[in-house]
């Protein structure tokens, strides 16, 4: 039986099963009838349409045309209006109409932060290579731009920001670079990538450039780590210098002043004795003056005094004799110093009887005196 023969199995010419769709014929069937309706023509098609039937499906036909070119903008976005191909206008926020097959329309979010991200190695102004990690957050200014100058807007991006931030690198150390230079060397590839952004007219923004890494590369991570511990060990060394030298100056300049103070007062303890000295001389050269035979004889008797009040032997010449006396006054001292040690040694055993006989001695020392009063 061939494929298309009634009572066949409604089989194609390939031996399928026809799958036609039950629903997507009744809607064929629905617009065959409506155009019926619309022109009164019956399956002959001998009735021609009317004027005012051929009116309604013009008109019909307009208003899906006008809707169809009717589009909202929200906030944030900016509608790029295109007339055969060709850039016309760009369209804020609202509701806008372009006419279909003549102009059409590109929605674009200008507002939303789009981020790349890349990872290279790089070489540094003392010729060491470095590894880094850097990530590129940007946002659109004209849409225009962003959409006919870009074929690839990130891609793009990732060159220019990688072509920057070498640029940068190469004017940098690795010490720097791997330490404290991080926010500087972004804040200068963001700068210098804008400005090449705007020289190819990309319509990008660039919000942040951040350093997620900087490190030297795996091979020679354990010496830069030595390298780095050295330098805080050589940091904490200072540290501790510097205080050393904050807590030690402070006592310094207060020895010194203490010093100097000292000093001063020196200083006035002798113009003060010299004064009193000049003063003393003055009035012994008076007292000279009107009897020099007696200020002479006490001035000898006093440095006699002061000479032999500092000695524990003494020599004494004895007049009209051939033998001197000698006087040993160290002796009798050390003598008397183990008498009173003795004494003080009994006076602890005798206690009451000490003290009764001191009294004694006292009173009869005290009636002796008054006796001598008396016969005075």
């Known amino acids: 039986m061939a494929w298309n023969q009634p009572g066949g199995d409604k089989k194609d010419p390939w031996g399928r099963k026809n799958q036609n769709n039950p629903d997507l014929d009744n809607i064929f069937k629905e617009i065959s009838k409506f155009m019926n309706s619309?022109?009164?023509?019956?399956?002959?098609?001998?009735?021609?349409?009317?004027?005012?039937?051929?009116?309604?499906?013009?008109?019909?036909?307009?208003?899906?045309?006008?809707?169809?070119?009717?589009?909202?903008?929200?906030?944030?976005?900016?509608?790029?209006v295109l007339q055969f191909g060709k850039f016309v206008t760009i369209t804020g926020p609202g509701p806008h109409f372009v006419p279909r097959l003549i102009q059409k329309y590109e929605i674009v979010d200008v507002s939303k932060i789009r981020s790349v991200q890349?990872?290279?190695?790089?070489?540094?102004?003392?010729?060491?290579?470095?590894?880094?990690?850097?990530?590129?957050?940007?946002?659109?200014?004209?849409?225009?731009?962003f959409i006919f100058n870009l074929r690839d807007p990130?891609?793009?991006?990732?060159?220019?920001?990688?072509?920057?931030?070498?640029?940068?690198?190469?004017?940098?150390?690795?010490?720097?670079?791997i330490t404290e230079g991080r926010e500087a060397i972004a804040a200068s590839t963001k700068d210098l990538l804008q400005s090449v952004l705007d020289e190819y007219n990309s319509?990008?923004?660039?919000?942040?450039?951040?350093?997620?890494?900087?490190?030297?590369?795996?091979?020679?991570?354990?010496?830069?780590?030595?390298?780095?511990?050295?330098?805080?060990?050589?940091?904490?060394?200072?540290?501790?210098?510097?205080?050393?030298?904050?807590?030690?100056?402070?006592?310094?300049?207060?020895?010194a002043k203490q010093i100097i103070e000292e000093a001063k007062a020196y200083k006035v303890k002798l113009i003060n004795a010299a004064e009193g000295e000049a003063l003393r001389f003055k009035q012994l050269f008076s007292e000279y003056e009107k009897s020099p035979v007696v200020t002479r004889e006490r001035l000898y008797l006093e440095s006699v005094e002061s000479v032999l009040g500092n000695t524990t032997k003494v020599m004494i010449d004895i007049e009209g004799g051939n033998n001197l006396l000698?006087?040993?006054?160290?002796?009798?001292?050390?003598?008397?110093?183990?008498?009173?040690?003795?004494?003080?040694?009994?006076?602890?055993?005798?206690?009451?009887?000490?003290?009764?006989?001191?009294?004694?001695?006292?009173?009869?020392?005290?009636?002796?005196?008054?006796?001598?009063l008396y016969n005075e």
């Open 38 to 80: 619309v022109f009164k023509s019956d399956n002959t098609g001998s009735t021609p349409p009317t004027k005012k039937n051929v009116s309604i499906l013009v008109g019909a036909i307009l208003v899906i045309y006008l809707l169809s070119g009717i589009y909202i903008v929200n906030d944030g976005e900016r509608g790029v």
């Open 118 to 145: 890349q990872k290279a190695v790089m070489l540094t102004e003392d010729e060491n290579i470095v590894s880094v990690n850097f990530a590129i957050q940007y946002d659109i200014k004209d849409a225009s731009d």
């Open 154 to 177: 990130d891609e793009t991006l990732r060159a220019a920001g990688e072509s920057s931030i070498r640029e940068v690198l190469g004017k940098n150390k690795m010490d720097f670079v």
């Open 203 to 255: 319509g990008i923004n660039v919000q942040t450039v951040n350093i997620l890494e900087a490190q030297p590369p795996e091979q020679v991570q354990d010496a830069f780590a030595d390298a780095i511990r050295a330098r805080e060990d050589e940091q904490r060394f200072i540290n501790e210098a510097v205080a050393y030298k904050n807590e030690i100056i402070p006592l310094a300049r207060g020895e």
């Open 326 to 372: 000698y006087l040993p006054l160290d002796k009798i001292l050390e003598s008397k110093k183990k008498d009173d040690e003795v004494i003080d040694a009994t006076s602890s055993n005798t206690g009451q009887n000490s003290l009764i006989e001191k009294i004694q001695r006292n009173r009869d020392s005290f009636s002796n005196r008054k006796r001598d």
